[in-house]
């Protein structure tokens, strides 16, 4: 045990928050080809920091949304890890009773209204929900993350304008991961403007910042929730990260030729997660023996998960209409 020092416990909790993440995916990546997930899986590796940084910064009653790469978002939100696997299996306790699969992901309970797969959908939505809080009082915000390839859609520019004019309580948390499935952003985008120049040309608070130092991202979340709540309106953060594995599956793509192998590993130096503890270490408030002992936790939390989804029971035949709007 180490002497508890300022800001001892926040590393630790941005730490752990990462680390849970990481091997959650790790496991459903080690389990996929079981062939018991019949959903396209979208892992985070490697920039689990977003997720941790942003969610920590939020208060319990605030909301999240999210895209198709959404499992660290849900699970740093406080999203229940049995639900999301069962989930993955289409099981009847999935979190949405095995109808949606990894790109559905819903925990009201926990603040987290919903991810949806198609590509900047779900930010008009949490712009409605902004809009709704404040024309009901509510003192909340509510957080839309979406990927670089999301702030070309018109739907994205529609959204800002509509939040900076009513001055809303949302932020826009932008993961430049700098890919769109498998094109990159040079070939989509002017190498000499930023995704928060654009949007600072609408007129909103736009900032850079290092998506894999956890720290950087809640401080940064920290102060843009608190510009929001005091009705000064929407914020962007742009946060510079990079997923390890592929868009879309369990293994690795590098050798298909859309990204270099050289560009890769110097990502994967960046690792959150080591940036983490050699900060951590540098300020003599890591405990290793503290570390091991929650990795042993979270792994029988994640066996537990996986078992209780394989004993639960499909959606039975008669209900396939349910849980749906007519």
């Not at 080690?30 to 969610?55: D, F, K």
């Not at 990927?147 to 859609?153: I, K, L, P, S, V």
């Not at 953060?237 to 590993?265: Q, V």
Request: charged share 25%; with cysteine; net charge negative.
């Amino acid at each position: 045990m180490i002497a508890e020092k300022p800001n001892a416990s926040l590393a630790a909790s941005l730490l752990k928050g990462m680390v849970r993440i990481r091997l959650v995916e790790e496991a459903i990546a080690a389990n996929y080809g079981r062939q018991e997930m019949r959903c396209p899986v979208h892992l985070s590796i490697g920039q689990e920091a977003p997720a941790v940084g942003v969610c920590a910064a939020l208060r319990d009653g605030d909301q999240v949304m999210s895209g198709h790469r959404s499992h660290a978002h849900y699970l740093a939100k406080g999203g229940s890890l049995n639900a999301m696997i069962a989930e993955m299996m289409g099981k009847e306790t999935g979190c949405c009773k095995g109808r949606g699969g990894s790109m559905h992901l819903v925990d009201l309970q926990a603040g987290f209204v919903g991810a949806v797969p198609i590509v900047g959908s779900t930010i008009p939505i949490a712009v409605g929900l902004a809009f709704a809080d404040k024309t009901l009082g509510r003192d909340r915000v509510t957080v839309a993350f979406l990927g670089d390839a999301a702030t070309e859609e018109g739907v994205f520019h529609e959204s800002v304008n509509f939040a900076l004019l009513h001055k809303l309580p949302v932020l826009f948390i932008c993961e430049n991961n700098l890919y769109s499935v498998y094109s990159p952003l040079a070939v989509r985008q002017p190498t000499e403007r930023s995704i928060a120049d654009i949007t600072a040309g609408h007129g909103m608070r736009s900032e850079k910042h290092d998506g894999n130092d956890p720290l950087a991202v809640y401080e940064a979340t920290l102060s843009a929730a608190q510009h929001a709540r005091s009705g000064k309106g929407p914020v962007l953060l742009e946060l510079a990260t990079y997923r390890w594995r592929e868009h879309c599956g369990p293994g690795y793509d590098n050798h298909i030729g859309y990204r270099s192998e050289e560009e890769f590993l110097a990502w994967k130096a960046k690792d959150p997660i080591e940036l983490q503890k050699t900060r951590m270490k540098h300020e003599a408030i890591h405990d290793a023996e503290d570390m091991a002992r929650f990795e042993e936790e979270v792994g029988a939390e994640i066996n537990e998960a996986f078992s209780l989804a394989r004993s639960a029971p499909a959606p039975s035949a008669d209900g396939l209409l349910k849980h749906l709007y007519h």
